[in-house]
């Protein structure tokens, strides 16, 4: 188990300006005590490991009107990024007197030398309407740049506190900002929100953007479950994101019931033989007449050949398992009549604006990340556990990836829902 | 602290028909352990209280080919009833073999002898699409009806596990009856799946519906705020539903972010004064040009006078603070030349279809309630506490209602999100 | 008959800065010839009367540059207004490098001395996302003004075209400036952009806005039908707008397909007696056992008592007919256990964004409404006609209201549709 | 100019069961007079050449209790089959007691002896909420059957009229149905409803379906803009429907208003040099940093290699220009450090279920098309010019197909709307 205790810039110096209270009753919402913590283990099976309770403390590390914040967003696009800017200028804003705002272009790109555009300055103004569109108004980009030449800017520019909206691979760069900022002894505030279309992040329950892309991409699986039933022998093949974790694709299939098969990462399956995935979609086709695959992009990988690629993110790239379905279905198939219907809706998950659910949800990440760097945190991201907003330190997070249990219960409702066999081996 | 403790109707008598596994890693989902739990409190202050967790038992209660199921839907209308009968009688049917379902129609009308409508027989195909349109195909209707003769239905029809889909005032039939089959040792599983747009059920986190129920009045406020930016003065007023607690007008008024001041029954303010309402709103017309006001239906019934009515759910009748205000608003500003703009979305929202998020949700709730019945599990509703699904007794969950604690972390986001005074009295 | 000639302020002066083309066949677009026209009447039986067709002119009146644009939007919300101003600065800015473009606040009063705000400066910058939202950033405002005050204020400005969105008595309005303009002998040109939620301008098939208004309102019919169909005896009302002419309550209903009932201004009915409204309900609810009425809101006046009153634009006041039949439904069946559920989307429908039709549609309109004021057309607003953009003098435009005809082919749908009796009368 | 007269089984034999009326200003609807016509050219500068209106005849050809109907649905998917399927049934059995109708399964092969499965038989329960989902319930396929064998079905099971749900190849064999019903004195009654994605039929000016196509493809333009803007160098390329003809393409940019250039198979252009596509993107992402295209399938074929292949539809086979120019920018601009995110969203567009627009637009072509059957009209397809429903005869429609006119103020438009050079050549 990591060490879930919250790195801070030290002691608190200053009233907050909020004017919440601390007596129970009052009808007037409160500060968050400095010790309020949630069990890691809400079965209670695992006592004494506890993450730190975000939320606005009565006293505060930074004053907001000498104060300047950075804001980068990072890696591919995912709904809520517009939002969680807006939240975090308009809480620095109106709640902290916070005046200078610099949003860095471009991902990590806009805090190196070569960065293309110089950053913007962000006002309520400049980001009054942003909701409205998906992706993000500063830009983003892929891959990593020096931590020496990024905490370099942050310094020039007098940056108190950065906020970097960012996923896997961006979460080990903002570790290495923090750790370079450390080793310099500058007083910068370094806060994640942590941003994965994948939801696959270690220590938090769910991510932003998630819920809007589980909509979106049922309703391809309902198009291609329309595409299906439209022909004779019709089969539907959809791709969906998820490189370790396959939480979109399950949960999508959850939101849509026409599924019959799922694919993610986390389940190994056989692709041949009568039990396995071309046995059963055989058995579907026979019995049934259509049929509904959704795979997630680092599901069966094992079938694959291995690459020895590595996209901008530094990741490996992946073989292309929906293409690969694609043509082995249609050599399955395809001679005795079926039609196969390939959808894979990327970008359209991605660049979709945030719904209702994940509009409150980045308003609430972002007023806390706020909190946290006002307070003097740093070196953490903003969690989410049982229903809490919590302090989850980076050191902890960047150690592995979340991903779906077979055992578990969410898992058990997928298989339910799909009426796939428990497991695909011969 | 009430009993959490969840009624059964005797000792699991058969094998589950379900392929689930017991193997930690075997890639195959698992069986719910009987001792499963969870803390009620995950901070751990309140040390060995605990909700039993929900899930597919190994050995169950009754076997699936002899039982007979009945599903009644009861109460006002909310998002996710067709998807919740959709999901029970797909597992009752698939899962479990059950082939004899009763739908009873228009609530708990359908199980008194003077039904207007015979009970439909249900299977997957006349259930094939009903997720598609809101509302419910079994009807629904308000108030109770007497224990005694819906028992004796249950009884005549052979039913051996009733599913009742209702809120506050039918978790209380519901109870009645429950207690009506224990008395006569009836082996009749009675299982509740919480229903209310309120989401204001006691030891629930969240009900279905909800969410879908904020994102539609979430557009409601959309509206109303461009009304409002739209006039010289303009005023923008909706109310939204929420008789005790204001949970769907709170959030709403996050997920829209446009909403200048949210009024709910948990928190009082005065009306009048510089201080009141009507000088914060005097205040924000002045500086800003325009105001948005959101209000659940129960707030502010301090202001209004009382009523001695019921309505046919046996609740109070509530004063109408959304007519009363406009008609306060429009005393106060039309002479200066305010425009005030009035939105009551309720129908609307409360005959929506299902979202994605809540179409899994309403899935799983199924599914759990389905397992609970077939485990033999009675007196229960299905819960869902810390991210999990949970049993909770009807004896519980009729002890009260869940409202928005003003100490909150949530009404503390309100208040930040609109920038309201924290508390409006003189 | 009146004279559809389209007045000019003179003699075209320049050459057009589009580089557009004359020659068939070069897959190169082309400018509209001056004699471009379309029949009044496209089954030919009415020889001889034309409209003029809309289109950019290759020798125009103004010369973009030194040229200043005024834009103002009048009376109450439709859909599309945000991108018909945004359409017409675009195409101002960009096509004819006019640089100096105001937006006049709150309707024909911020063409007063009174006005409560001075012009925004309108430019590309400005724009460039407010067709995401509903409604209109300039405001509006209901209500004439001096037609001499605000021709001051043009000439003041040395504006030397006005476009104006506004519906009937805009329109008017808009006339009235014209003719005062003429009387001065300026030469600044008046264009009328024809906003009506009614759908209602006289020789115009269809104006912006009414198609999205129809989609949200036929959202709100299957809300009602929703509840209908869930309550034993449930009875759906949903008013709609429509003060003279019903072309949004008939075709919301044409669009849900899920309406028994439709009341429209154009048609008279009984209300009571066995084959009037009462009888016709009591019949379905009887045999259907629910029932969906659909009224607009001009419908049945001849009902209700008459009103003296006048809104700010100058109509009498309508009395409330949703209301009206409210009462009398629940008079007339709640004792039989009937329930009644009304449904009025008015804001909601007005403060909508444009759908994807109406997206373009409006930008079209704005495109024509340029190329007309920038060859010197006056006193007309851009019309539509057998799916052509067309020239409407204003002189013609106000002479009536486009109504349905109960004899025509469209009214025929409507009752084949609903099954209603195709006259409602003992 | 081709011959538009409507061919006829007969003289109409028995009276119109409908309740309408010949009295104009009686406010009960009429039937349509059988000379009704309207001008092929509504500019009036080709006289006398009419099309037929559709509409209720008073006088019929087939009487409703004895008949017989089938209805089949070919060809690729597109929204509103299922409206149109709804419509058909409704129409035959409420306004003229049909109560034998057959859904033929899976398009032509439906009709064939080797058809994988019998008709459905179709009556308003069946159908009652089918419009809920796109696609078609009845199944579809590609590629024609044999006349001789088809209609031997409809003579074996003595169908009276047959609808023909389908596009341009299934407007041809359905003309050749109907030559061979005619060369045997059959009184079958052939009417086509024409569906075209790519709304490409000669002579009709708008095909059902073709309006949400329009609306889901310009959210995928939407979402192309956000990818663009969201890298730096981002180049946004979105491949739509079109074959032929780039309607889709070209709405689909106007209702987005985002794309900087439009590809359609009617404008030819240069792919290199600087006035060509690759050196207009050089400009537009040097001067503005992105750059989106939308190309419709069918465009710039002689850029290609030319293929031999016919798909089932017996269409050559279209070499794949989205692929093709996705992998030209990207050896462009990718050692550059631009992005290049490539979307199609064929099947999202055709699966999606029908918009309020359509859901009208469905119903009524279904009106007419029963209506046109029972008055004994054949060989027909129902039309829509200058804003009427019209007959056009199969022999006149499978002439050839309907395109943009680069000369027309609709391609005007789109040139305005993305400021691309008027035509890409050197």
Redesign the interface.
């Known amino acids: 188990m990591p060490d879930f205790a919250t790195p801070t810039l030290g002691e608190p110096r200053f009233p907050s300006p ?4 601390n007596v ?7 500060y ?1 005590r400095p010790d ?4 890691y283990d ?3 099976a695992t ?1 004494g490991v ?1 993450f730190e309770l975000a ?2 403390r009565e006293r505060i590390y930074f004053e907001g009107e000498g104060t300047t914040a950075g804001i980068v967003t990072c890696g591919g ?1 995912c709904p809520g990024m517009n939002n969680v800017i ?1 939240g975090l200028v308009r ?1 620095l804003w ?2 902290y007197s916070v005046r200078r705002i610099y949003g860095f272009r ?1 991902g990590f ?1 806009g805090l190196a030398p070569r960065s ?1 555009e110089p950053p913007m300055l962000l006002d309520p103004g400049v980001i009054a ?1 942003i ?6 108004i500063l ?3 892929r891959g990593p740049q020096g931590a020496e030449e990024m905490v370099d800017t942050l310094q020039r520019m007098k940056v108190n506190m950065l906020f970097v909206i960012g996923g896997d691979g961006s979460m080990r760069g903002t570790h290495a900002i923090y750790e370079e900022v450390a080793r310099r002894g500058a007083k910068i505030a370094i806060v994640g929100v942590p941003k994965t279309i994948d939801n696959d992040v270690l220590f938090i ?1 769910k991510t932003f953007g998630y ?1 809007t892309a ?2 979106i991409a ?3 699986i ?3 479950h ?2 299906a ?4 022998k019709g089969v539907g093949l959809v791709q969906l994101m998820g490189r370790s974790s396959g939480f979109i694709a399950a ?2 299939a ?4 026409e599924a019959n098969l799922i694919l993610v990462p986390e ?2 399956f056989d692709l041949e033989g009568e039990r396995g995935v071309m046995g059963y979609l055989r058995w579907r086709l026979a019995s049934r007449g259509h049929a509904l695959v959704v795979v997630a992009e680092g599901a069966g990988q094992e079938h694959l050949p291995k690459s020895d690629e590595h996209d901008a993110s530094g990741n490996v790239k992946l073989a292309d398992i929906g293409q690969f379905l694609r043509e082995r279905l249609v050599r399955e198939f395809k001679p005795e009549g079926a039609s196969i ?3 894979d ?1 990327s ?2 998950v ?3 604006p945030a ?3 994940d ?2 949800f980045c ?2 990440l972002a ?1 806390e990340a706020v909190h946290a760097a006002m307070a003097g945190k740093t070196g953490v991201v903003i969690g989410y556990w ?4 919590t302090y989850v330190p980076l050191t902890a997070v960047i150690t592995g990836r979340k991903v779906i249990s ?4 969410f ?3 997928v ?3 799909t ?1 796939q066999p ?2 695909l081996n011969n």
Chains 1, 2, 3, 4 share one sequence.
């Open positions: 909020l004017k919440l209270s129970p009753g009052d009808f007037i919402a409160d968050t309020a913590r949630i069990l809400p079965t209670g006592p506890y939320g606005p696009l807006r809480r109106y709640s471009y790109l293309p309407d909701h409205l569109s998906g992706g993000t830009g983003s980009s329950e819920e589980v909509a049922a309703d391809a309902k198009a291609a329309v595409e039933v439209g022909s004779p949960s999508a959850l939101a849509s019931r389940v190994p219907k390939y959808i809706p970008y359209i991605r660049a979709a719904n209702a659910s509009s409150i308003g609430q007023e049982a229903g809490r907003f077979p055992d578990s219960a898992w058990r409702s298989i339910e829902a009426g428990p497991l």
